[in-house]
């Protein structure tokens, strides 16, 4: 038991931090307690370091109780993904949960505890564990969600999120079921030996869609993207960012452990559903982006887009793929993350996040508008940003897996996809300045939109990153 | 030290560095922005200006000056920068252009900062593709060099900017999804030695064989995608709209030095790696060339905004570039390679030419100006100048070009492509020289409309000649079109040293 605990440092320190932060709130009840988003964010970096720690010790992967947690390196970076996440965004908020929030520790705890649930899901080698880590992380999010007490807005996206995401745990559960009774056991690697020794029935075929699905709900992928740009749109702005990164990457951790680890062996079956879900995903999200006035709106569905792009990974079925997609997810984490910030910074100020509040940014802050559109553009998937690196290798990885259709469809969505990024680079750089006051700078968000900044740009040399995804992808798999 | 041994580095690092520099200097101290361009550029100009000299004068060949470290290991990527004769001369011509933009971009005074980092950033990426052997390195230098351009005609621009910023944008980057897709399937498809893991190495991709189909779908795409870039008919749209609305030195470099880019990536990248690819597609390449030559030079002809008749004879001139490259062979290649440092010099200074008429006259229609010479006869020198190199009159650099492209087109590919027994070639040949007549007529129309006749004492009395920092780009590229006319065996031996290696049968 001391020797799984010991493996499991990373996670009981992220759920230290998230009662610790509770308890502390005890201790100054009111006025701005700015101080406790500092330190999440510090714990939180902290944990990053603890789970890089582990790094060495998993080169091989480690299972527990019988294979219920598998630790390996895979789950090491997607854990390291969701705590940066969790540190940037804790940063990213501390004005504006100071200003907004009445409960300002149980905000970052949620934080922390929706981190927690994510990381389960990073690890699960069981078809409960994953139920688990995906209902801690999402009952959270849904909390989150609508924190905003005071903005309808805010109550509405709630309630949608928690109607529609847990119509998606139901199909997960009843996909779960069906798996379980046609092979007596959750327990993916005894799963994965049913499948090679008597083939695919339809039970397993049927059960694992459902499961399929429930993750492309929450990856926000079409057909299952509809509740994305209101629940975006309506949720606290650097909650919007923490949902549209960690948890997406949470998603893909998920459909990972379950197809590549027990259903590989029917990869044939299901491959076409995820070229699908991936094509679609990259063609409606692109194409309902243009027509958006809300910058919210419009990266909500530039995230449905993103998920699409990151599905070509899922679909090649490869080492290379599966480097492909975690390489992918790390800097969409700061690219997607950073722009929701730049996004709360100016929404406080303009008091709407319409693209109209960005008019002439770049004259009233050179700063914030060069940031916005170096995340904008690595987005765009413009080289050498680190967006264009990962787009390249997941296009790279589907060039070597035959699907060529999909990473052309790819190729030109990304071109599309540009125009609506233009949009906004236009509002700030082109468009007149309309006699509009400074954007107040929050300090804190800003220190955290520079560090993403920083992160996309350093990804221009991305070797050192390739590397780790590589080591983990070939283990992995 | 640094500098000598690692020159192309420094080449293309020392615009880049001008603009970090750029960025932190004070919004207010204007003169200690322009100076920080003009000195890096400089100091570009005069390496590019050395390793040409270094290039004759020590008789080399091939790939020179190379700089090389891994990037990602894995797929093969690599940094990697060497020139050959090619790559220098149109290295050269991108300092120059550049130098002489930064002083047609004296006046700039709205957003100077902001603008003279974009334009160096531009110019890097410029750089980046000439002197850039590995194709992946070759791409993202080209996205460098086209991106910045939105902003550049969307902020700075005159006339519907807007419109002609996000078209020029979609254009050029629908052009390079082809081009991706074409270098990717390079990468994939060539059949290398032995040994040789994947790379994106431009030498070991120009030196490995590829299976023929695969060449004329790649040859295809490639074609497409840079020639979106170097404005081949009908898909040039872009580019008269985009000049015109641009910026004094962001049209001069744009037609300068940015078309090239796609002329370029043709010879290198098409023509140099998939040659059965290229010979199955001349026609093609040829027979658009000449519709761009003919067509390009007649819409000229009929335009009342004096930037329009420039971007519309980019188009013609570019057409002779494209028509020198159809016909694959040395002269015809070494012609057309010629006609891109020609051009660029020539067009660069009738963008900085109608950037002062405007400047001064505070029009650019045609029809309102008249005998100008008077008032500004330094203007009207160059511009004729540069109007007698456009048509190629003997004595300029113009006509050193075209007669090489002609010569070379009239013998090229005279067994095959054969129309009732005529082979195609020669009919091209015909056809692009009659076309020049055509030019001849809106050069002459234009100088004698803007120049020459009566003028409007009232509104054109007080107008000045260029004057201090306005000369430079007058004197330096009006002067190189009747040196290079005069005295052209240093050019055409730096580019014909280097023609021999692409051209393998």
Redesign the interface.
Known sequence: MAQAMRQLTPELLTLGAALLVILLDLIQARGNRKWLGWLSGAAAALIVAATAAKWGELERPVALWGGVMVLDRLGLIFKAIFLLGVAVAAVGSVDFASHRFRHVGEYYGLLFFSALGMMLMASAGDLLTLYLGLELATLSLYVLTSYAKASPRSGEAGLKYVILGATASAIYLYGASLIYGSVGTTLFAAVAQRLSWEGFGPGLAVGGLFVLAAFAFKIAAVPFHMWAPDVYQGAPTPVTGFLSTASKAAGFAALMRVLLGPMLGAASGWVVFVVALSGLSMIVGNLLALAQRDIKRMLAYSGVAQAGYALVGLAATSTLGTLATVFFLFQYLFTNLGAFLVATIVGSSAGDDQITSYHGL??RN?GLALCLLLLL?SLGG???LAGFWGKLFL??AG?RSGLYGLV?IG??A??LS??YY?MV??AM??EPVAGREPVRLQVPAMIAVVVCVLVVVGLI???WL?ELA?TAAVAFM | MMALSHPLTMILLSPLVAALVIMLVPRRSLLAVRLIAAVATSAALVLSVGLCYLYLSEGRRGLQFADRA??????GISYFVAADGVSLSLVLLTALVIFCGVFASWTVVY?TK?FYCLLLLLVTGVFGVFIAQDLFFF??FY??AV?PM??LI??WGTGP??YS??KL??YL??GS?FM??GI?GMY?AAILPAGQGRTFDLTVLTKASYAHNFQVIAFFLLYLGFGILAGIWPLHTWSPDGHASAPTAVSMLHAGVLMKLGAYGVLRVGFGCLPAGAQSWVWLVGAIAVINIGYGAYVAMGQRDLKYVIAYSSVSHMGLVMLGLAAFNEVAMNGAVLQMFSHGIMTGLFFALVGLVYEKSHTRDIEAMGGLARRMPGIALAFTIGGLASFGLPGTSGFVAELLVFLGTFRAHVHSYLIWGVPLFPILAVGAVIAIVVTATYVLRVLQRVFHGPMDEAKYGEVPDAHTTEWVTLVVLGGLLVVIGVYPSPLTNLIGSSLGPLLRP
């Open positions: 770049s004259r050179p553009l413009i080289p050498p296009f790279w060039v052309l190729v030109l990304s071109v540009l125009y233009l680079a236009r750089y082109i040399y991305p070797g390739i590589h | 891994d990037w990602v290991v894995g797929p957003r902001e791409f993202l996205e460098v991106l939105y902003l969307g902020i900017k807007e910023a996000m944008t979609l980057l629908v999804a991706l897709v990717l994939f």
